[in-house]
Each structure stands twice: as structure tokens, then as C-alpha cells.
């Protein structure tokens, strides 16, 4: 009640009020700009200190700041429940994600100890289970299979024209190639986060993020799809490169292996019933079941003791090598045919990333440091690049397992890499009979919560149109154009979105709502009323150079007035005036002539009378002062000749001298003041200004006044430097609010514009 009175502002009331320009406004309460510091100054900023050193390996190593104060009677209990919970998952879905990625089994533990044990040091979230994802192993599987296929390690069989794929030779060179490419996105993640660059997520929006990630698990079910069905597949690249391996599995279906097949489905049977069950009775138990750890070594088991290789043929996992491996510097002759798709993976693994760490850190109630994420995944990359790991990022699965079996800390992630360290110094050798139909059907049932995100397209369909085009676009350019590709056509798209946003923007005019100082959209309000002779108009986007020709067109349109007829017809009255007022001289001219010629017979010395002269000559001067077209006064000297004395100042400032609308026989608009509200507009730029000058113009040949409200300080900064103010634009056209405006106008409204606001010049600051 008491809002809804202090929003209740009678007329009556504001009548009395001071109401003060810009300009009048910067008289009474200077605008002063931030001094900017000079290059000095910055230097001496940032200049090496104890504190300043102390500050930046903080910064640097977020371990230092939160493990001193770590509450271990709280949070130790339930990191390690969490971190075994998660190492037990990592297990799985690295073996998995590995094959994805086109690399050996093993690359996946690296990728799973490595990574998650720097992430304890670098990290700032204190959930998100960093390691394999899918979607980054397939897009770095794109890349093997581009540019290390299959075709090119077959080795011929002797004595025959036969060829046998040389596995050792292709995993020995792929694993090389991927931890280059490892390597370079790390780089460019350490670099992005060091030049502050972690805004660059900004531009992966929502809606084209779901949209990605959902084309890129379509993408991972059909490369899963030959380890189900158990057939051999070329492996393609590029562009439509899904549909093709796609179009050569329906192909070779009728050569499909039956034992791959029946243990894929059963194991994805089993799979998703007990995750179902986990998830339908997790508030009982302790922690997930394991399922996915407890199908492995099941199937492992049955594999090897049943001889699942020898007499059905099921394809194997192969040797698992125990034990580290030394580091191993980068082939930089790889650098060149990588860099775009390093950069791809650097950009999406971090947006992945920063998108959950977010969500957690907002759920829990603390900050996630996105320029230090980007330096962490970065180190995560470069580093585990020397030791053949591939690229991470997070998975959601596993974030949310760590979170709901009570991780509290990047401890959790520390105790799930030491699982995985003793798998591979240890149990790694045992999995050497694992069927990879186990892997495929562990990566398909892993992609449920991503195709979930098809409900998306019904949602963003109630919502918000342009974000479900947004959505469609990237999942069709992502499936046609594969994910490197169709990830920059979706950024790019992004953006023209916000760009034809503003280009078409909502053109309004505003009216008063009742008793009040508020105005609103007289087509949307019902009970508002526009200002008598006044119309306020606005848009409801900035004005820039992509929109402001659009804006001055729908001014024009909105206030009613045909602006460009009437000076069209002002043009050829003041024309019409101007060869009447030519043809006036002339005859005048002439006049003069005449009375000039009877002077010079009247001063003739043969003539006596020189009263009649005097007399004469007194006429004359009587009739040339009154006629002189708005130069000096004209007088006789005593020989008849006419001089013409120099013309003085005139007070009267020459927009009076112009001639009205209604002097040149033209009707006067019934609007008599234009307000243009730029509440919205947050920067203007030079052809803004040049439309702005030209509406002011127009608008002011018409004899309506134009005034700018709500603008922002940046805003008349930006005026000001592009000498937008002049002596018929002043800083008294600016009013703070509409209702300044209108309270302005209607006081003086059947008033001239006071001289102050067409003379006033711009005030610098």
C-alpha cells in the first residue's frame, strides 16, 4: 500500500517542482570523469612486493587458501565416500571414452589420474568431477580418424595380396597425435585464462550448448554402434562423415556378430534397470550401486573363463600395460593440422566445465574463479599431454555422483585419482578380456541424460522461439558438418541472432499512466494517455550504425507527422518566396533608377531652385532607408549618389527572422515537442549521431522541439566527443527522466523556446 502511494504522483503537485536540464543540472552538480591512471601508475601496481607475490600464488594455487582451513571432522568422511564412489566410475568410463577417442583402453586411466590430481592442486570447484567426457573423446576421435585411419596402417600378408590392420603401429601413432593435439589445448586454455579471457564462454549460450551436446551424443551412439553389432567400419571424417558410417552399419547388419550383440544388450539391460533402481531408492542407500564397475569384472570373468574371443569371435580390449609411463615431449609437426580443432575442444571442455562448476557453486553458496578454471583445465591438458593423456573435461554423471554421496572438497577428486593409480600400477592387466560391446553399452546407457535434453525443442517452443532455432540450427549444423565445424557455424549463428534482435527492435510510443509519473506502451496499457501535442517515443533496443536508419524511419512513422512531405512542401514555399522576393529587387532596382535619373536632373546647374532639390533628395533618402533588404540604411550625398552605410548587429537571433510554417500559407503540425527516450541505449556511435543530428533538424524545420531523456552518463560522455551539441542542440534538450520532459513542455507549451536552450552552448568537462 505504502509503494503503490509513493508511486501516486498528482499532477498538480509536480507543477511547482523545479525541473532542471542537463545542462542546467551540470551547473548545479558538476559531472566529473575518473582520472585514468597513467602508465606510470601501473607500473607501480603491479610491481613486485611480498604481498603482491603472496596474492598471485594464492591466486595461482588454490590449495593454499582452503586446505589450511579444511574442516576435517566434517568434510573428511564424506570426500572419501565420494572420492571411492567416483574412482570406481572413472574406471569404467575411461576404458570407455578411450575407445571413443580412437586411443588404446589405457590412455583412459591416464586421462583419469593425471588430470582429476592436478585439477586438487589448480581448482576452484569443489564438485565437478574433472576427467574423459564424451563428447570431447568423440571430438578428438574426429581427429584420429581424419587424420590417422585405419587405411593408413594395413600391412600386407606374405604371399598374398591380402592386408592386415597393424594395430600397434596405428595406437602407437594415434596416441602421439593425441597428445600433441592435448598439449595445444592446453595451451590455449592456460592462455585464454591468463589473458582473462574466461568471458569467452559468454558466447556459448544455453540453449546452443544443449543443442551441441545433444547432436554430439547422437554422434556417440552411431560410432558406438559397430562395437554393438560387431562389425568392421571404416572409420570417416568430415563433413555428413555420421550419416556415411552410418548408411555402411545398416550395410553390413546381415554380417552382424550374435554374441556382441546379445552381451551389448544385455548389459545395457542390466545397466539401466539397477541406475533406475539407484536412483528410485537413493535416499536409502549409502552410496550409487557400482554397477558399471560390478559389469566389468563380471563380463571380464565370464569373458576369459568362457572364451568369449576364441569361439564367438567377441572382440577384446587387448593388453593393458601395468605401471607409468615416462613423459614424452609433443610432435609440434602436428601443430598446424590441429590447431582448429585445439581450439574447438579448449573452448567447449571449458564451457562444459564452467557451465556445472556454476551450478554447484551457486547451490552450495560459494564463487567459482573462471579465469583460474581456465588456467587449471589448462595445466590438467598441457600436462597430462607429456604422460599420452587425451583431452578433459567434466562429466555430469560423475559430478553428480560425487556431489550426492557427500563430497564436500577437491579431496574427493584426489582419493578417486589414487583409485585409479592403484588400477593401473596394479588391476589394470586383469581387464584384459573385456568384451568392448561392456565399453559401448557403458558409453550408450551413459548418454540418456543427454538425450533427455530433446525436451528441450517442446520447452524452448513455449518460451523462446529464436533459442529453439538457436537449438535446432546447432543440432543439424553439428550432425551435418561434424563438431568442430558445426560448432563455429553455431557461434556464428549466435550471434547474428543478437544482431537481427536489434535490428528489428520494439518501437513504442508512450503515454502517462493515470496519477502517476510512470509511462508505459499506450498499445500494451489500457489506461494510459498520451501528452497533448507531445509524443514520446522509444525503442527497445540501443541505436547503433546496424539500426539506426530503422529507428529515424519508425520515428517518423510513429509521431504521426509526415516529416518529409512537409519539408518537402516548406522547401518549394520558401523557393516560391525566394523568386518573388528576386523579382521585388528587380523591380526595385528599377525604381531606383528612375528616381536616380531625376535627381541627377534636379542637381543641374542650370536649375536655380535649390529648394526642390533639397526637397527631393529628402524623399529619396526618406524611401531608400525604408527599402534595403536587410543591409545598412542608404543615404544621398549632396552629388545624388548613393551610399550604403555598414549594417549593425542585430539582437535578434536569425531564427526569428525565419519564416514560419503558417507565414508561408503551410499548416502547423498539432504537435508541438518530440521526446525520445533512451533509457535503453547504453553507447551511441557516429552514425547514431549522425541520424540523431538529422532528426533534430528535421523535426526543428518543422518547428517541433526535440529532447533526449534517460541518457546515461557514458552516453553524453559519447555526445560530447562527437560534437553532437551545437548552438541549436544543447545540453538543455536533456532532461533526466520523462516526466522532466513533459513537465517542461507543458509549462511552456503556446511559449517560444526560451533563448537559453537554442543558444546554449555544449558544456566540457
Not at 573385456?434 to 541424460?449: D, F
Amino acid at each position: 500500500m505504502e509503494q503503490s502511494e509513493l508511486r501516486r504522483r498528482p499532477w498538480a503537485s509536480q507543477a511547482d517542482s523545479e525541473v532542471l536540464s542537463e545542462a542546467e543540472l551540470e551547473e548545479i552538480a558538476p559531472r566529473t570523469q575518473a582520472p585514468r591512471p597513467s602508465l606510470c601508475s601501473r607500473l607501480q601496481d603491479i610491481r613486485c612486493s611480498c604481498a603482491a607475490a603472496k596474492s598471485l600464488l594464492f591466486q595461482f594455487l588454490p590449495i593454499l587458501s582452503w586446505l589450511p582451513r579444511y574442516p576435517v571432522r566434517d568434510w573428511l568422511l564424506g570426500d572419501i565416500i565420494s572420492g571411492f564412489s567416483v574412482g570406481i566410475m572413472h574406471l569404467p568410463q575411461g576404458l570407455a571414452y578411450a575407445l571413443l577417442a580412437g586411443v588404446p583402453p589405457v590412455t583412459g586411466l591416464y586421462s583419469s589420474f593425471y588430470p582429476v590430481f592436478l585439477y586438487f592442486l589448480f581448482g576452484t570447484s569443489r564438485h565437478i568431477s574433472v576427467g574423459p567426457f564424451a563428447v570431447i573423446s568423440v571430438m578428438i576421435g574426429s581427429v584420429t580418424g581424419s587424420l590417422m585411419p585405419n587405411s593408413n596402417f594395413m600391412d600386407p600378408v606374405n604371399g598374398t595380396n591380402e592386408t592386415v590392420l597393424n594395430e600397434a603401429r596405428r595406437d602407437s601413432a594415434r596416441v602421439e597425435l593425441v597428445a600433441t593435439l592435448t598439449i595445444l589445448v592446453g595451451i590455449f586454455q592456460m592462455a585464454l585464462g591468463m589473458l582473462q579471457f574466461g568471458f569467452v564462454v559468454t558466447y556459448l549460450s544455453e540453449p546452443l550448448v544443449r543443442g551441441y551436446t545433444t547432436a554430439a551424443a547422437v554422434q556417440v551412439l552411431v560410432s558406438q554402434l559397430k562395437y554393438v553389432f560387431g562389425v568392421e567400419v571404416a572409420e570417416q571424417s568430415g563433413p555428413l562423415s555420421m550419416f556415411t558410417a552410418f548408411i555402411e552399419i545398416c550395410t553390413k547388419l546381415p554380417q552382424t556378430n550374435v554374441g556382441t550383440l546379445v552381451t551389448s544388450l544385455i548389459a545395457m539391460a542390466a545397466i539401466l534397470a539397477v541406475k533406475m533402481l539407484s536412483a528410485k531408492f537413493a535416499s536409502k542407500l549409502p552410496m550409487p550401486i557400482p554397477i558399471e564397475l560390478i559389469t566389468i569384472i563380471v563380463s571380464t570373468g565370464i569373458s576369459y573363463g568362457a572364451g568369449l574371443k576364441a569361439k564367438f569371435g567377441i572382440s577384446v580390449v587387448g593388453d593393458i600395460p601395468s605401471g607409468m609411463k615416462p613423459p614424452v615431449g609433443p610432435n609440434v609437426s602436428y601443430f598446424g593440422q590441429v590447431v582448429g580443432n585445439a581450439f574447438a575442444i579448449a573452448v567447449v571442455g571449458y564451457a562444459i566445465c564452467i557451465s556445472l562448476g556454476k551450478i554447484f557453486a551457486l547451490k552450495h553458496g560459494y564463487k567459482v574463479n573462471s579465469n583460474q578454471e581456465l588456467i587449471a583445465l589448462g595445466i590438467c591438458n598441457f600436462v597430462g599431454g607429456f604422460f599420452q593423456c587425451f583431452s578433459i573435461s567434466c562429466s555430469m554423471s560423475r559430478t553428480l555422483v560425487q556431489e550426492t554421496t557427500g563430497g564436500n572438497s577437491q579431496v574427493a577428486g584426489v582419493i578417486a585419482s589414487l583409485v585409479i593409480l592403484v588400477t593401473i600400477l596394479k588391476i589394470g592387466q586383469l581387464f584384459q578380456d573385456l568384451p568392448k560391446a561392456i565399453l559401448a553399452a557403458i558409453v550408450i546407457v551413459n548418454l540418456k541424460g543427454m538425450f533427455k535434453q530433446f525436451t528441450d525443442i517442446r520447452t524452448l517452443w513455449r518460451s523462446n522461439r529464436i533459442d529453439l532455432l538457436i537449438w535446432l540450427l546447432t543440432f543439424v549444423a553439428t550432425l551435418l558438418l561434424n563438431l568442430d565445424m558445426g560448432l563455429g557455424v553455431s557461434v556464428a549463428f549466435a550471434l547474428l541472432t543478437v544482431i537481427f534482435r536489434t535490428q528489428m527492435p520494439r518501437y513504442s510510443i508512450l503515454g502517462q499512466v493515470s496519477n502517476t509519473d510512470i509511462y508505459r506502451d499506450v498499445v500494451e496499457y489500457n489506461k494510459t494517455e498520451e501528452i497533448p501535442g507531445v509524443k514520446i517515443f522509444r525503442s527497445s533496443a540501443t541505436v547503433y550504425f546496424a539500426n539506426a536508419e530503422l529507428y529515424a524511419e519508425a520515428l517518423k512513422e510513429k509521431s504521426g507527422i509526415n516529416v518529409d512531405y512537409l519539408l518537402g512542401k516548406k522547401k518549394k514555399a520558401l523557393k516560391k518566396q525566394k523568386k518573388q522576393q528576386e523579382k521585388d529587387k528587380k523591380e526595385e532596382a528599377k525604381k531606383k533608377k528612375k528616381t536616380n535619373s531625376k535627381l541627377s536632373e534636379a542637381s543641374d546647374p542650370s536649375s536655380d531652385d535649390l529648394g526642390f532639390v533639397d526637397i527631393d533628395m529628402e524623399i529619396k533618402m526618406q524611401e531608400l532607408g525604408s527599402d534595403c533588404n536587410g543591409s545598412g540604411p542608404a543615404v544621398v550625398d549632396s552629388s545624388g549618389s548613393t551610399i550604403e552605410l555598414e549594417p549593425q548587429a542585430s539582437s535578434t537571433p536569425k531564427a526569428f527572422n525565419e519564416p514560419t510554417l503558417e507565414s508561408l500559407g503551410l499548416k502547423k503540425p498539432d504537435l508541438h515537442s518530440l521526446i525520445l527516450d533512451f533509457t535503453p541505449v547504453n553507447f551511441v556511435d557516429t552514425v547514431c549521431l549522425k541520424i540523431l543530428k538529422n532528426i533534430f533538424r528535421d523535426f526543428q524545420e518543422i518547428e517541433v522541439d526535440v529532447f533526449l531523456v534517460g541518457c546515461h552518463a557514458s552516453v553524453i560522455d559519447q555526445l560530447e566527443k562527437g560534437n553532437f551539441f551545437s548552438q541549436t542542440i544543447t545540453k538543455h534538450h536533456l532532461f533526466a527522466s520523462v516526466h522532466d520532459a513533459i513537465t517542461y513542455v507543458t509549462r511552456r507549451q503556446g511559449q517560444s523556446m526560451p533563448q537559453s536552450v537554442t543558444t546554449y552552448s555544449s558544456t566540457k568537462l
